[in-house]
Structures are given as structure tokens and as C-alpha cells.
């Protein structure tokens, strides 16, 4: 029986279609049956992101309305066999589906897969409560800005109140030496509001806007940062022990974010 | 049993009318009607301010209702209604306070709220209200009585909602962005000392909201 983890914000544009590629990529090279579910239903992005657009034949609200099986509609990516996505529809827009045919969904695909990843849209209207009627944990994606850390808090406030639970914090596009020199939050000046557990810290990163144009998650290329920061989440997704920032220690924050991503 | 469908209650700024929520609204409209047109003076200020209460009231609803004491009442010239804290059901903290009854009841007992308030959600209670936990930014806290944060307040809090000048919001770190204290506004700058006590609390003299540091 898999798991189902939505990857939301509230804010757009911070990365939560980046995270779904990369961590889903880097749970299929560790071996996990992983299905990547883009729930952005008119504004479809995730099979640009992953290179598959081409491949798109049957999509998420064909699935639903019976068009097609399922499994049709999965497009498996070559390159990495463990890996599967769901593209969304962009004719439709949200309202095409309902909470409970998203729920639906979802326990169809936990039959088969380990991890199933849901791409959520940007805000807290129809597109989120579809993304997360199915879902039995909350990946909340931020920037270290107000704004996306003001709605990151609505976010969590919302998926508490429909029993999500203690939601996981990914903290996006950081950079050290900003936060060094105090123009940017740093993670403790995020955590302070948010109050909830982190999962990952991933630097700003020009790798990422590269792979992200090629088609190619940086969790797959060896030499990023970021995609190293995106693997080191999806083993603490899981379960593993990655060593993490040691928040009390005196150390610089770039020579702490160092040794997170060496180990 | 009829009588307590609708129950006007004259308050120091205006007047309360708590709603039955069980019975079909035209009933309820009816009802009304008859209750306004027999309250005859009871409406004879040339503004009158009402909060509507006991009963979630759509907008048209709320609107039939307002026009039925425009309409009945001979004296008036301007009807306002006093904007009431609404319980959103994606707010869990609701669900915390409303046990304390709410605004209707007279029951103006402390309620404490434990963990965060976070944006967009809303906390509001008949009496005072101690949050153990933090205050977001985007929260909103609104009490009758007097509000207690233990924890950082960053959100919005108005304490004294019905008027009560002698309330007073405390919070262990004080830094929210614009305070309220009965129908007193204030604005409080961001760019604060950094070695100043973070525990304060604010009160009302002479018509004033002054902030205090708390000696703890």
C-alpha cells in the first residue's frame, strides 16, 4: 500500500512543480515505484518540467470520466522505470473534478505504487481541495519571502483543518550569503512562524533553471547542489536519518548547509 | 417558544438581535417583522447600529432582515449593521471557541486556546481569550473581554469589541502590526528597538492606546 503526498505552497511560483520532479525522480533512482500526479488541471506543467509533454496521450480527467483505464494514461519515463506521471488536462480547468474522484484516484494508484506524488496548483480554492482529498501527508514548499511564507501559513492552517497533520516544511531557493549579510530569512526566521517540521533546505541554484529547460530534474545530475538537497529529501522522505542543519551552532550558515549536503 | 425566535437586547453601542438558527428562515423573517413592528420605540434612534447573532446569515438574508427595520420603523434614518465576526469552517480554532457559546450567550467565561493562530484563521469569544501559542501574521483575534497571548503576537487583535474601554491585550512578545482596544485603532511602527522588552501590554487612557513594557 503506497503513500500519497501533496506538495502545496498557497503562493505560486515557488517551486512546488520543481520539488514534485525532483523528489519523485530521486525516489525512483532509489528504487521506489513512484507515480507523479499533476493536479494543476488547465495549467499543466509538470510533463515539461519531467520532458514528457510529448508523450502525453490520455490525461488525469480522462482517468476520471472513464475514457480511458489508468493505466493507459500513465506515461512511464524511460529513463527511469520506477518512475510514472499523470499529466493534468488543459482544456479543463478545476472544476472538472470533485474531492472525492481525486480520492478515488488515489487509492487506485496506492495499489501499485510506493510513493504517489501530487502536484498541487497555487491557491486554496477548488485546484487544493482536489489535490488534497486524497492525500496522507503535506509537503509545504516555501521561499524565505514574506509573502510565500504568509501563505505558507494559511496553507498549513487549511490542511490542518482537514486533517493533515503535521505537514513538512521544504524550504526553496535560499541563498547563504544573503541570509549571512541579513537581507535575507534565514530557516530559524521561517520555522519561528511556521512552527512546523522541516524536511529540507534547497539553495537558489542556476542547475536548476537549466535542467528544469532540458526536461532533466537536477536530482538526477550528480554535480547540482540543489539536486543534491532534493535527494537528500526524498531519503528523509523515506525515512532516513540525513544529517541536517545543526540549528544552535555558531558556524556560518553556508558552512552548515555545506555539511548538510556532504552528508 | 415563539418568543425566543428573535430577542432584541439593547447594548451600550447598539443593539444585539440573536437569531434562532433551527427554524426555515421565512419563518424566522416573518417573525421578525412582527417583533420590529411591535417594538415600536425601541428602534427610535435616528441611527441605529444591530449585530445579528445566534445564526449564519447569508448576505441576502441579512439584507431582508435590515430592510424589515428600515421599512417598520417609522423614526429611523439609517440602519448599520456592525460588521460581526464570521466562523469560518476552515478555521479549527472555531471549533475551540464556539464551545464557549459564541457571541449570543451571555456566557462570558475566559477561553484558552492552545497552539498557533495562523493567517487566515480567526479566533473571536463572548468574554476574554488567552492563546497559548503564537499569533501569526494574517490572524485575527477579536474578543469581548480581554486578550492574553503567550507567545509572539504578530496578527491582528481587538480587544473590547463591544466597547469596553477598560480591556487590555497582553502578549509575552509584542509586535503586531495595528491593535484594537473597543473602537480605538492604532498603529504600531515596525522598526523597533532591538534590546527593548518583548513582553508588553497595551490599555486605553484618556482615549488612548499606550503600549507599556511588562515587568515580568
Given at each position: 500500500?503506497?503513500?500519497?503526498?501533496?506538495?502545496?505552497?498557497?503562493?505560486?511560483?515557488?517551486?512546488?512543480?520543481?520539488?514534485?520532479?525532483?523528489?519523485?525522480?530521486?525516489?525512483?533512482?532509489?528504487?521506489?515505484?513512484?507515480?507523479?500526479?499533476?493536479?494543476?488541471?488547465?495549467?499543466?506543467?509538470?510533463?515539461?518540467?519531467?520532458?514528457?509533454?510529448?508523450?502525453?496521450?490520455?490525461?488525469?480527467?480522462?482517468?476520471?470520466?472513464?475514457?480511458?483505464?489508468?493505466?493507459?494514461?500513465?506515461?512511464?519515463?524511460?529513463?527511469?522505470?520506477?518512475?510514472?506521471?499523470?499529466?493534468?488536462?488543459?482544456?479543463?480547468?478545476?472544476?472538472?473534478?470533485?474531492?472525492?474522484?481525486?480520492?478515488?484516484?488515489?487509492?487506485?494508484?496506492?495499489?501499485?505504487?510506493?510513493?504517489?506524488?501530487?502536484?498541487?496548483?497555487?491557491?486554496?480554492?477548488?485546484?487544493?481541495?482536489?489535490?488534497?482529498?486524497?492525500?496522507?501527508?503535506?509537503?509545504?514548499?516555501?521561499?524565505?519571502?514574506?509573502?510565500?511564507?504568509?501563505?505558507?501559513?494559511?496553507?498549513?492552517?487549511?490542511?490542518?483543518?482537514?486533517?493533515?497533520?503535521?505537514?513538512?516544511?521544504?524550504?526553496?531557493?535560499?541563498?547563504?550569503?544573503?541570509?549571512?549579510?541579513?537581507?535575507?530569512?534565514?530557516?530559524?526566521?521561517?520555522?519561528?512562524?511556521?512552527?512546523?517540521?522541516?524536511?529540507?533546505?534547497?539553495?537558489?541554484?542556476?542547475?536548476?533553471?537549466?535542467?528544469?529547460?532540458?526536461?532533466?530534474?537536477?536530482?538526477?545530475?550528480?554535480?547540482?547542489?540543489?539536486?543534491?538537497?532534493?535527494?537528500?529529501?526524498?531519503?528523509?522522505?523515506?525515512?532516513?536519518?540525513?544529517?541536517?542543519?545543526?540549528?544552535?551552532?555558531?558556524?556560518?550558515?553556508?558552512?552548515?548547509?555545506?555539511?548538510?549536503?556532504?552528508? | 417558544?415563539?418568543?425566543?425566535?428573535?430577542?432584541?437586547?439593547?447594548?451600550?453601542?447598539?443593539?444585539?438581535?440573536?437569531?434562532?438558527?433551527?427554524?426555515?428562515?421565512?419563518?424566522?423573517?416573518?417573525?421578525?417583522?412582527?417583533?420590529?413592528?411591535?417594538?415600536?420605540?425601541?428602534?427610535?434612534?435616528?441611527?441605529?447600529?444591530?449585530?445579528?447573532?445566534?445564526?449564519?446569515?447569508?448576505?441576502?438574508?441579512?439584507?431582508?432582515?435590515?430592510?424589515?427595520?428600515?421599512?417598520?420603523?417609522?423614526?429611523?434614518?439609517?440602519?448599520?449593521?456592525?460588521?460581526?465576526i464570521?466562523?469560518?469552517?476552515?478555521?479549527?480554532a472555531?471549533?475551540?471557541v464556539?464551545?464557549g457559546?459564541?457571541?449570543?450567550?451571555?456566557?462570558n467565561r475566559t477561553v484558552y486556546h492552545?497552539?498557533?493562530v495562523?493567517?487566515?484563521q480567526c479566533v473571536s469569544h463572548d468574554g476574554s481569550i488567552v492563546i497559548v501559542g503564537d499569533v501569526?501574521?494574517?490572524a485575527k483575534i477579536i474578543a469581548k473581554g480581554n486578550i492574553i497571548v503567550l507567545g509572539f503576537l504578530k496578527g491582528f487583535v481587538h480587544a473590547g469589541f463591544e466597547?469596553d474601554g477598560e480591556c487590555f491585550i497582553y502578549a509575552l512578545d509584542f509586535s503586531p502590526?495595528q491593535i484594537r482596544i473597543s473602537?480605538i485603532?492604532t498603529?504600531i511602527?515596525?522598526?523597533?528597538?532591538?534590546?527593548?522588552?518583548?513582553a508588553k501590554y497595551a490599555y486605553i487612557?484618556?482615549?488612548?492606546i499606550?503600549i507599556?513594557?511588562v515587568?515580568?
Amino acid at each position: 500500500m503506497g503513500e500519497v503526498i501533496v506538495i502545496t505552497s498557497g503562493k505560486g511560483g515557488v517551486g512546488k512543480t520543481t520539488t514534485s520532479a525532483n523528489i519523485g525522480c530521486a525516489l525512483a533512482l532509489a528504487g521506489k515505484k513512484v507515480a507523479l500526479v499533476d493536479a494543476d488541471i488547465g495549467l499543466r506543467n509538470l510533463d515539461v518540467v519531467m520532458g514528457l509533454e510529448n508523450r502525453i496521450v490520455y490525461d488525469l480527467i480522462d482517468v476520471i470520466e472513464g475514457n480511458c483505464r489508468l493505466k493507459q494514461a500513465l506515461i512511464k519515463d524511460k529513463r527511469y522505470p520506477n518512475l510514472h506521471l499523470l499529466p493534468a488536462a488543459q482544456t479543463k480547468d478545476k472544476n472538472a473534478v470533485n474531492p472525492e474522484q481525486m480520492l478515488k484516484l488515489c487509492e487506485s494508484l496506492k495499489e501499485d505504487f510506493d510513493y504517489i506524488l501530487i502536484d498541487c496548483p497555487a491557491g486554496i480554492e477548488q485546484g487544493f481541495k482536489n489535490a488534497i482529498a486524497g492525500a496522507n501527508r503535506a509537503i509545504v514548499v516555501t521561499t524565505p519571502e514574506v509573502s510565500a511564507v504568509r501563505d505558507a501559513d494559511r496553507i498549513i492552517g487549511l490542511l490542518e483543518a482537514s486533517e493533515l497533520r503535521n505537514p513538512q516544511l521544504v524550504l526553496n531557493r535560499i541563498r547563504p550569503e544573503m541570509v549571512k549579510r541579513g537581507d535575507m530569512m534565514s530557516l530559524d526566521d521561517v520555522l519561528d512562524i511556521l512552527a512546523i517540521g522541516i524536511l529540507g533546505v534547497v539553495p537558489d541554484d542556476e542547475s536548476i533553471v537549466i535542467s528544469t529547460n532540458k526536461g532533466e530534474p537536477a536530482s538526477t545530475v550528480d554535480d547540482s547542489l540543489a539536486g543534491q538537497a532534493f535527494r537528500n529529501i526524498s531519503r528523509r522522505i523515506m525515512g532516513e536519518e540525513v544529517p541536517f542543519l545543526d540549528l544552535t551552532s555558531d558556524s556560518g550558515f553556508l558552512k552548515r548547509l555545506k555539511k548538510l549536503f556532504k552528508g | 417558544m415563539n418568543s425566543r425566535l428573535v430577542v432584541f437586547k439593547g447594548k451600550k453601542d447598539g443593539i444585539n438581535i440573536f437569531l434562532n438558527d433551527i427554524v426555515p428562515f421565512e419563518e424566522l423573517r416573518d417573525f421578525f417583522r412582527q417583533k420590529v413592528r411591535g417594538a415600536g420605540t425601541f428602534f427610535s434612534n435616528s441611527t441605529v447600529r444591530v449585530n445579528f447573532s445566534g445564526r449564519d446569515l447569508s448576505d441576502d438574508e441579512k439584507g431582508a432582515l435590515l430592510k424589515i427595520i428600515r421599512e417598520e420603523s417609522v423614526d429611523i434614518k439609517e440602519v448599520i449593521e456592525v460588521p460581526k465576526i464570521v466562523d469560518k469552517p476552515d478555521a479549527p480554532a472555531q471549533k475551540v471557541v464556539s464551545q464557549g457559546g459564541g457571541f449570543s450567550s451571555g456566557d462570558n467565561r475566559t477561553v484558552y486556546h492552545k497552539g498557533s493562530v495562523r493567517s487566515g484563521q480567526c479566533v473571536s469569544h463572548d468574554g476574554s481569550i488567552v492563546i497559548v501559542g503564537d499569533v501569526n501574521p494574517g490572524a485575527k483575534i477579536i474578543a469581548k473581554g480581554n486578550i492574553i497571548v503567550l507567545g509572539f503576537l504578530k496578527g491582528f487583535v481587538h480587544a473590547g469589541f463591544e466597547g469596553d474601554g477598560e480591556c487590555f491585550i497582553y502578549a509575552l512578545d509584542f509586535s503586531p502590526t495595528q491593535i484594537r482596544i473597543s473602537d480605538i485603532i492604532t498603529f504600531i511602527p515596525s522598526d523597533r528597538a532591538k534590546n527593548e522588552d518583548k513582553a508588553k501590554y497595551a490599555y486605553i487612557r484618556e482615549g488612548k492606546i499606550y503600549i507599556s513594557s511588562v515587568m515580568l
